[in-house]
């Protein structure tokens, strides 16, 4: 498959019938396409030894040079990867911040 540089290439990616389809994009981000044709950007981290993979954003809501970025700037150190969970001390802290 041809790298995919931009957001008409993503949408016009086409899901395999019989299994789930993983494309790369850089460095530890990868195009997600379900049997479903449901599509996702993931990335892939590495904890324990161990790879964790993370959904930080869907297609077309999340622009492609957007999860890009985020990608490189992971890698660099430099954020945090926004993840599909809330931890218990991180609601505890939202809500104070919020409320108290």
Do not use: N
Not at 4 to 20: E, G, H, I, N, Y
Not at 49 to 68: F, Q
């Amino acid at each position: 498959m041809d790298t995919l540089t931009t957001d008409k290439d993503v949408q016009a990616v086409k899901p395999l019938p019989d299994k789930d389809l993983m494309v790369r994009l850089a460095p530890a981000l990868y195009l997600r396409v379900k049997r479903s044709g449901a599509k996702a950007y993931v990335l892939r981290l590495q904890h324990g030894g161990k790879d964790r993979w993370r959904v930080v954003g869907h297609p077309p809501t999340m622009l492609l040079s957007e999860a890009m970025a985020l990608a490189y700037a992971r890698s660099a150190g430099k954020a945090d990867v926004p993840t599909t969970t809330l931890t218990c001390a991180k609601a505890v802290e939202q809500f104070e911040r919020q409320y108290i």
